[in-house]
């Protein structure tokens, strides 16, 4: 019961607060009192303290997006801006356009999981749909409010003095630079971000069209040319039967690595649905939009196979050896005409260790008259041609370089953290982190999509949802507990590290194959999170903070000089007032609305149905 009588509701709040009948402070604090006088003055904020704050945030990709979804929904007085290089929304899949780019993951499992996508026209939509459907959904919640396109970020330096992020965004467009300062920055760069040319002699010399499958020339016509294709991941997986296809031209592949072509993820769902080729016919979009159940039950199955093929990545386990007799004589069906390209492709390591990519069509183009099937190494680049280590020259018109990216680096601006320490420096030997997100000696800030974080099977976007989610909780905690600084310790940076490694000896993953998986020095995972997507959700649900290292804002004094004695670090309870309280109190009994009630079920509460579907953590 409470201890004051029912007050109309009319009642104003009170301004002053009556002790033993002697008028007293806004801490209870006065002179006729005998209540003991108090060691630190209250902060005059409800205890929920919606500290001012500003979030930085590189890049405007799926990572991106969700952050401009989630932190103006879950924070309260937190500025925010979203930096984007690019003139449009989408990141990666505003970047590649190339010929035949397409998602290589069923597309229903590459959404959003509060917004799908009822309408997707392929089992493996196309990029154009895939960065349309980002920037729907970025305007559909205003993620796109907090966007800045054509900015590209030139440097980020933490500011020990301010405890705040320095950096230094060019606007692309009038090719001025600024500074903008923040209390948290967050990368949402993606790993796949920065190009990797090849590095073979005289490519510059190459006076013919010249492009990256992430530096893609739309307006070139590849009608009647001799295009090169260098490189056999999934981009080129995905370039070259489209480039086969055009008008009277010939393409060169140039393969150097063996690489493993997978029958098309989900392809058993989508035979039990007795769907015909990948393409999504209208009528069964239709049903999708008309009964929600179908969809629904549809869409929890492509996710669950996902997820359900975790053990083809572990070494010896039985899903691994069938997959590889599968994978096999998938191979070698669909090369039967050309047997010298089924043994020259076909590795030794097991499937996973590279990039899984279906590639629908792949295969078959490279058997067609109008492509040529090259595994001798490139020796140089002359002005038109290519020459290689058997003495042959080919002579061409167009290079097409699908060489992949600079994964797991340091982004191509200067990072610089505490004790002027350079991200390039910390990385030089391997890129660490804690979790994937978070980086010792760099305060105050969190990647995404970053080292070890990508997945080797089941839900990215899944994965992107929930560390973008530690990362609200992050900036929470920053906010709420007055925390002026806080970044991980680097003994739990080891420790992850540990982890990561003793989990990738026992996968296909450490197997001998040339991957964008690995440290190209020491063979290292740096790509992939260690262990499956589920793993990953679970691990992010609760955050250890205590594997922080933390300074507050009421050690500090205006110009960041240490303040003298002890701070109270539970300043942040505030004034004894709850923000429901305020001027127009509203919702004081919250606890009641049946939302909120945690209702144990009788007379066996541990039956309760939703620990059976996820189990209870904290």
């Known amino acids: ?34 209540y003991p006088t108090p060691s630190f003055k209250l902060r005059d904020t409800p205890v929920e303290n919606f500290r001012p704050l500003k979030v930085i945030v590189i890049g405007a990709g799926y990572s991106g997006i969700y952050l401009g979804i989630r932190i103006p929904e879950k924070l309260r007085n937190v500025a925010l801006t979203i930096y984007e290089k690019n003139e449009g929304i989408g990141g990666t899949w505003w970047e590649n356009r190339y010929l035949g780019c397409a998602c290589d993951v069923p597309s229903h499992s590459y959404q959003f999981t509060f917004e799908p996508n009822l309408n997707w026209s392929s089992l493996y939509a196309p990029a154009s749909e895939i960065q349309a459907y980002l920037e729907r959904t970025a305007k559909k919640y205003s993620a796109d409010r907090f966007m800045k396109l054509s900015h590209e970020v ?26 903008d300062r923040a209390d948290v920055l967050i990368s949402a760069r993606g790993n796949l971000n920065t190009p ?20 893609w020339n739309q307006n070139y016509d590849f009608a009647n040319k001799r295009i090169a294709v260098i490189g056999s991941g999934s981009s080129s997986i995905q370039i070259v039967p489209s480039l086969q296809r055009l008008p009277n031209t010939h393409v060169s592949v140039f393969v150097r690595s063996k690489t493993w072509i997978s029958p098309s993820f989900g392809s058993q769902l989508w035979d039990k649905h007795g769907f015909e080729g990948f393409s999504i016919p209208r009528e069964i979009q239709q049903k999708f939009h008309d009964d929600p159940d179908y969809y629904n039950q549809f869409r929890l199955a492509v996710e669950e196979d996902g997820n359900g093929i975790h053990a083809v990545t572990i070494k010896g386990t039985p899903l691994q050896t069938g997959a590889k007799a599968m994978f096999r004589e998938h191979m070698k069906q669909r090369l039967e005409s050309a047997p010298h390209i089924y043994e020259a492709l076909l590795p030794s390591f097991s499937p996973g260790c590279r990039r899984l990519t279906p590639g629908p069509g792949y295969l078959e183009a490279l058997t067609q008259p109008n492509v040529n099937f090259i595994t001798s190494p490139i020796t140089k680049i002359s002005k038109s041609a290519i020459h290689t280590s058997d003495g042959q020259t080919h002579e061409i018109d167009t290079l097409v370089c699908a060489t992949g990216f600079h994964s797991s680096t340091a982004p191509p601006f200067p990072v610089t953290g505490l004790s002027g320490l350079p991200l390039t420096k910390k990385w030089e030997n391997r890129a660490t982190t804690y979790l994937s997100h978070s980086i010792a000696h760099f305060p105050n800030m969190f990647t995404m999509l970053g080292p070890n974080a990508a997945i080797g099977s089941g839900s990215l976007t899944g994965m992107i949802e929930f560390v973008g989610s530690y990362i609200v909780k992050a900036i929470r905690k920053i906010q709420k507990d007055n925390i002026r600084s806080m970044v991980v310790r680097q003994d739990r940076e080891d420790d992850f590290i540990a982890y990561v490694d003793a989990y990738f000896a026992e996968t296909v993953f450490s197997e001998d194959c040339n ?11 740096v790509g992939l999170w260690p262990g499956s997507t589920l793993h990953c959700i679970e691990t992010m649900r609760s955050p250890r903070w205590e594997d922080f290292e933390y300074t507050y804002v009421d050690e500090f004094d205006a110009e960041g000089n240490v303040r003298e004695g002890r701070v109270n ?13 305020g001027e127009k109190g509203h919702d004081l009994a919250w606890y009641l609305y049946p939302e909120f009630v945690d209702k144990p079920v009788a007379p066996r509460p541990e039956e309760k149905g939703v620990y059976g579907v996820r189990a209870f953590s904290y």
């Open 1 to 34: 019961m409470s201890a004051v009588p029912n007050l109309p509701e009319d009642t104003p709040v009170p301004k002053e607060v009556k002790t033993n009948g002697h008028a007293t402070d806004a801490n209870g604090v006065n002179g006729d009192s005998h």
């Open 154 to 179: 030139k440097e980020s330096r933490w500011d020990e003095r301010s405890a705040q992020w320095v950096v230094t965004v060019k606007n692309l467009t009038t090719g001025e630079e600024a500074e």
């Open 196 to 215: 990797r040319w090849p590095d073979i002699e005289g490519f510059e010399s190459f006076a013919g069209e010249k492009m990256h499958s992430a530096k």
């Open 515 to 525: 991957s964008w998986y690995k440290n190209r020095t020491s063979n290292h995972i």
């Open 569 to 581: 670090r539970l300043a942040w309870l505030g004034n004894g007032w709850s923000a429901n309280q």
